[in-house]
């Protein structure tokens, strides 16, 4: 093709776009390598090939609501839910729901956190809007029992 042909400019055009994509998807690259970076424990969080495993923090009895340690199981609970998906802490969720029970949280989202035929997607949501629900009814219970001992 001669240089001068007028489908250069559009084959100009299209070779620049490409370009301009490749160097976007590149940075995306880079930037979710750092990320993955700076959260190590998703890393270790992997079996290899095979299905992935219930991580270790997960087993046995989640911390007592509104501790530090709850606060911080939670919050390795919710990025291994976002990682893995639900189906692969079904044991945390079901300790999650009966402790929300427990507790007296009163949220709809329990009952569909606790249903297993609803979409992952849904249950996953519905994780976080009970680890929420538990943090304010941790705090109510604080402020009372602060209130009652002031008085």
């Known amino acids: 093709m001669h240089p001068t042909s ?23 690259i880079r930037i979710a390598r750092q990320a993955r970076a ?6 270790q969080l992997r079996t290899g090939r095979g299905p992935v495993a219930e991580p270790v923090f997960l087993g046995g009895r989640p911390p007592t609501v509104g501790s530090p340690d709850f606060a911080r199981w939670s919050g390795l609970l919710g990025a291994h ?9 079904e044991r945390a969720v079901a300790a999650i729901v009966r402790i929300a029970l427990r507790r007296g949280a009163t949220t709809p989202a329990l009952s569909v956190l606790g249903d297993r035929e609803e979409p992952s997607v849904v249950r996953e949501r519905a994780l976080g809007m009970v680890l ?18 002031v008085a």
């Not at 929420?132 to 001992?149: D, I, N, Q, T, W």
Request: glycine share 6%; hydrophobic share 45%.
């Open 81 to 89: 839910v976002a990682e893995h998906g639900i189906a692969t802490a």
């Open 132 to 149: 929420g629900e538990l943090a304010r009814v941790a705090r109510r219970a604080e402020s009372v029992s602060g209130e009652s001992s």
């Open 6 to 28: 007028p489908l250069s400019p559009a084959l100009d055009q299209l070779v620049a776009d490409r370009i301009a994509s490749l160097h976007a998807d590149a940075t995306a």
């Open 38 to 43: 700076r959260r190590p424990w998703r890393r």
